[in-house]
């Protein structure tokens, strides 16, 4: 018999404690401050915004202080702050094609209208530790250069133009938000991409990579990677004027991919999209891949039973809030359920133990 | 016309830097009476993007809005939506908002509005320029068996 018992407060409040004080460190060491995270981490800083869904670098900042820079952790901080905010409304539509480009490549077309420009990248870099870092103060100053301030176009807009790649047309319907109304599968291609824009980046690159190795037909080339800021336009309600309310970075990435053509269609390429907050090219690539991969049944492709194809796997798992909250809630006291586990096992061997003496 | 440009000044002031705006703001000392029509509240805004950047919508996550709304007088109305959690940035830019329908609108034209233009434009002009200057000039070399 288990009776229910109270108590552990005063253990909570002093490993909270505890807590607080290692979150300080060594106080013979500076307390970080917000703007540090924020201006010197901002590809942490970036991370917890896209999976927070939320985008505010100051708040982003704190959650990664708060957490001790544990990101699952901060970015549950920011989902949380999310919901107590009041929806003012929607923005209007994006034009990513408006971008005020930081960077900008192709790795399917080597000269482009808009040129490739590679931006601050860690590609090219020999990935060795540099311990100049190690010491103060040290850093680069980035070069300039005169420039021609012209709108850069979608590669892939060039390919359009030859009807060798599919188009992405507007069906006129509007998208259900996810966060607002329970998600019932199939899914519209609108409610997948927002389920990947605020999933998990390592699970996206898992999928994205087994989707490489063969686990879904899908060789994809990187059509185009764009990372800059982006206007909102939002209509203020009192006014009706439409007004550009944020700025907002954000990276894209359009894949290409192979398509056999079917009776229907006839032979040409297909895209996958990815569009994440701040500057995390590896998520948008790996989401463009993933968002491809589950589109095999409106090109009519044969469905390999993989993971990356099956849209009620991939959205139900993709999100690292749900996913950590119900994996971590098991380490919770469940002495009530195992109580009537271990009943259940000693009652088992007991019938056991005596159909035995039988015997 | 008025809309157009009310339009220019609202985005100006939605997309400053806080600091700089509060800074131009309290360096020009005014004393402004005006009433709550309603105090700034913290809230967001769903942002949309565009499957394949060209098809339906989609919502891709929200981004921190300030708004709040105030009159001078019974004729004049300022609102402040701007980006992020800063209260006084968002009364600043209602406060600027109602102003600019008024006789005293030169002056915050001149000190907050053009000086807030030219700030973004400078941010602007840095990006490209740093850009620019990463730009991939390709070139072929010829090999000997092609001689």
């Known amino acids: 018999m288990y009776v229910s018992v109270k108590g552990g407060e005063k253990a909570i409040n002093n490993a909270h404690s505890w807590l607080s004080e290692l979150r300080r460190g060594d106080v013979n060491i500076a307390e970080l401050n917000i703007k540090q995270i924020s201006e010197q981490l901002t590809l942490s800083v970036d991370r917890v915004m896209s999976e927070g869904s939320l985008y505010d670098k100051d708040l982003s900042a704190l959650a990664i202080k708060q957490s001790r820079g544990d990101l699952i952790e901060a970015i549950f901080l920011m989902r949380a702050y999310r919901t107590t905010l009041p929806r003012i409304g929607s923005s209007k539509p994006i034009e990513t094609s408006k971008m005020l480009c930081l960077r900008r490549i192709s790795a399917t077309f080597k000269d482009i209208p808009g040129k490739q420009k590679l931006g601050p990248t860690f590609d090219y870099t020999h990935r060795l530790l540099d311990f100049k870092l190690l010491a103060d103060g040290e850093y680069e100053k980035a070069k300039i250069e005169k420039y021609d301030d012209k709108e850069i176009p979608h590669v892939l807009s060039f390919l359009n133009k030859e009807g060798l790649i599919q188009r992405e047309i507007p069906s006129g319907k509007t998208s259900k938000d996810i966060t607002r109304n329970p998600i019932y599968f199939p899914l519209t291609r609108s409610e997948r991409l927002q389920s990947l824009s605020r999933g998990d980046e390592g699970f996206l690159l898992g999928l994205a990579y087994s989707t490489q190795r063969g686990y879904a037909r899908n060789h994809a080339f990187v059509g185009e990677l764009r990372t800059g800021y982006v206007e909102i336009q939002f209509e203020i309600p009192e006014l009706g004027i439409e007004i550009n309310i944020a700025d907002v970075m954000f990276t894209e990435c359009e894949s290409v991919n192979q398509f056999k053509g079917s009776k229907k269609i006839p032979a040409q390429f297909t895209r996958g999209y990815g569009l994440v907050f701040g500057q995390l090219e590896r998520k948008a690539i790996s989401m463009a891949l993933v968002d491809r991969s589950m589109r095999w049944k409106e090109f009519g492709e044969e469905y390999l039973g993989v993971a990356a194809q099956d849209e009620e796997f991939v959205i139900s798992h993709c999100d690292n809030i749900q996913a950590t909250g119900f994996l971590e809630h098991i380490k919770l006291p469940h002495y009530v359920d195992f109580q009537a586990e271990l009943d259940l096992v000693r009652k088992i061997r007991e019938e056991y133990k005596k159909n035995e003496q039988r015997t | ?147």
Request: charged residues 30%; glycine residues 6%.
């Open chain 2, 1 to 147: 016309m008025q809309n157009e440009s009310r339009k220019q000044w609202l985005s100006s002031l939605a997309t400053a830097d806080e600091n700089y705006l509060i800074s131009l703001w309290d360096n020009l000392n005014m004393k402004i009476e005006y009433n709550w029509l309603r105090e700034p509240e913290i809230g967001s805004v769903m942002v949309q993007g565009k499957v394949g950047a060209t098809g339906d919508n989609f919502n891709v996550g929200e981004v921190t809005i300030t708004r709040c709304s105030l009159n001078l007088d019974k004729k004049i109305q300022g609102h402040g939506y701007v980006q992020g959690r800063n209260k006084y940035k968002s009364k600043i830019a209602a406060l600027c908002d109602a102003l600019m329908q008024t006789e005293k609108k030169e002056i915050i034209k001149r000190n907050i509005i053009d000086k807030l233009v030219k700030y973004k434009n400078n941010k602007r002009n840095e990006i490209l320029s740093k850009t620019e200057a990463t730009k991939v000039d390709f070139f072929t070399l010829v090999r000997g068996e092609d001689k």
